[in-house]
């Protein structure tokens, strides 16, 4: 049996303390059914994220990154703990928080248009079309409104698909690790577009990287996550003014601070066959 270490459900805080955007994140453990056993993917994770904020969560593979992401996304709910946007318990999901995946998801049948257009049915017709006109300007793809997405190359994609997420106007944008399969420019061209796009939105921002300069030029602060089970090793605030220089002496320290605390041992665990986190 795994012990709850405190009981989150007296410490959910009134729901009118939180203003628009605020992420309260308390999983006691979250474990999936696995052929050895339950295996315990996090543990004891406690993290509030504050109104647009911009977040960036590294750990190493495995360390449940994406699990934590799915769950503040509404599509994992079966763990202990809550998690609430605004005070309110995220119980699936919602047009407030809009997610990015690493690999794009677009419908391959639907014009960039179409896919950025999909999910906003519900508006008058003039108010949804000025919306997707916005999003796919904030994107840069006013020229390719009409492509489909096997005519785009994987930053044009990964441009739709943010702007996709962002069409309902989510307070919450969640990205998992979604410039891992660019080209070391094309990722650095995004990580610039992500910061404008942010600075242009205002939303709360969590993404998602195993790249720990990525975290160190986009984030506020830098959550450092250790496997074996996953949970929370560290907190970093980054503090420096943007745009940040990847050369300059104070960044430097900063990334050698992460990296140290990444590969202190203990965050990366040693390679050991599958089910041996097993819990029962
Ligand atoms: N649907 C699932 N069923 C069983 N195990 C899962 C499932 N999703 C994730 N896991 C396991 O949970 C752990 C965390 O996975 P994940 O959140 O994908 O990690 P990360 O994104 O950090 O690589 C891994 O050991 C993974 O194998
Ligand atoms: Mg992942």
Redesign the pocket.
């Known amino acids: 049996m795994i012990k709850l270490i405190w009981n989150y459900e007296n410490t959910m805080p009134d729901s009118s303390l939180f203003r628009s955007g605020t992420v309260d994140v308390q999983i006691a453990h979250k474990a ?3 052929s050895q056993g339950k ?1 315990l ?1 996090l543990t004891n994770i406690l993290l509030t994220i504050d109104p647009g904020e911009f977040v960036c969560i590294v ?1 190493g ?8 992401l799915r769950i503040i996304a509404g599509l994992e709910t079966d763990y202990a703990g809550v998690v609430a946007l605004d005070g309110t318990p995220i119980t699936g999901p919602g047009l407030d928080r809009g997610v990015v995946f690493q690999e794009h998801r677009l419908f391959s049948w639907l014009t960039v248009h179409d896919n950025v257009a999909f999910g906003l049915s519900r508006l008058p017709p003039a108010e949804r079309a000025l919306k997707i006109r916005h999003y796919i300007n904030l994107v840069g793809l006013n020229d390719f409104e009409y492509e489909y997405p096997h005519q785009l190359s994987g930053g044009m994609s990964q441009r739709v698909a943010i702007a996709r997420a962002l069409v309902g106007s989510p307070e919450v944008l969640l990205l998992d690790e979604p410039f891992a399969s660019l080209d070391a420019l094309t990722r650095m061209r995004m990580q610039q577009e992500i910061l404008r796009i942010w600075e242009a939105e205002r939303t709360t921002v969590v993404l ?1 990287t195993h790249d720990i300069e990525e975290a160190v030029y986009l984030a506020d602060r830098v959550v450092i996550m250790s496997t074996q089970p ?1 949970t929370i090793k560290k907190i970093l605030p980054v503090g420096l003014p943007r745009p940040r220089d990847r050369a300059d002496r104070e960044f430097v320290r900063i990334r050698k601070s992460v990296h140290d605390e990444f590969f202190d041992p203990g965050t990366i665990a040693p390679m050991v066959p599958n089910g041996s986190r097993s819990v029962s």
């Open positions: 999936f059914a696995g295996l993917a750990g593979s495995g360390c449940g990154k994406t699990t934590l998602v996953g």
